[in-house]
């Protein structure tokens, strides 16, 4: 079994990871932490793990960590950076669901996240945690990035096209849209029923969090460096991200279903939909798939390319307990199988 530790089990993905985790055949959990719950029952916050986390939230110590095979950090970013090289030492390793150890570059990281990073000297030695691009990586990795949620969706749909050098790099766009959760637990006036219900809006379009580590994914992708337009929306829903990317074609012959098809024929968690396809976000609600469906709308030089995750699931918590597995030698779907949830 897997000692699992859980830092920052409060907000939406930490309930997510703490529901994934205690339905793991080959995880245990041994604490979780919150700083702001210390001392209350799991499941006096979260009434859905009743009768299956049976624990109180604990100050986040590192002495009672260092008890683990595995710490999971869902805390706000920079706080996971001032942690992990302790327990790293104690020879605990850790999945960071935040960005601290997304970016490779630290002045890049404090540009984006405005404070200076407490441990630049790890972002070479963290492993991005993106299992359709880094599986061998992941499995002897000590640090685990877990990607953005955003990013997850932008990178799987644009990756075959990328690595194949089938597009113009440089004239990328990702028009996205998000569910109202991927803005978090806290009281937050625009993520309100009132505020959010029944409207439809962008929003950090002069440039968003994400941004730089989508570029920094696609330019691996690519071989080459990339200018991409990244527009995220918040739409009237709780879960999902629907991705709508576009790119211009620089070859003339090219079969987009196969390249896809082939592409992703051996991951566990990119379904490639029929020709003509168009994915819904309610089709992955729950599960830690992507689906993704590719078009050439009249046959002319754009590919449209439409991918969907839940973004607690495949966007954090799934994902992370997808990369806990392939670290620990573990069949990579286990405690992952469930089937999206309809209606």
Known sequence: MIKVGVVGGTGYTGVELLRLIVGHPQAELLLITSRSEEGKAVADMYPNLR??????????????????DLVFFATPNAVAMEQVPELLQQGVRVIDLSADFRLRD???WSRWYGAT?????????????LPEV?????????????????????????????????????????????????????????????????SFKAYAVSGHRHLPEIRQGLKQAASTDVALTFVPHLTPMIRGIHATLYSDLSVDQVDLQALYEDCYANEPFVDVLPQGSHPETRSVKGSNYCRIAVHRPQQGNRVVVLSVIDNLVK????????????????????GLEAIALMP
């Open 117 to 129: 990073h407490a441990c630049p000297e790890l972002l070479e030695q963290a492993v991005y945690g």
């Open 51 to 68: 009768g299956t986390v049976d624990m109180r939230f604990s100050l986040p110590d590192n002495d009672g960590l260092a008890d683990c």
């Open 106 to 108: 630290a002045k890049e």
């Open 134 to 198: 880094n599986r061998a990586a992941i499995k002897e990795a000590k640090v685990v990035a877990n990607p953005g949620c955003y990013p997850t969706a932008v990178q799987l749909g644009f990756l075959p096209l990328l690595q194949q050098k089938l597009v113009n790099a440089s004239s990328l766009i990702a028009d996205v849209k998000s569910g109202v959760s991927g803005a978090g637990r806290g009281a937050n006036v625009g993520s309100l029923l009132c505020e959010a219900s029944e």
């Open 315 to 334: 966007g954090a918590a799934g994902q992370a307990v997808q990369n806990m597995n392939i670290m620990f030698g573990l069949p990579e779907n286990l």
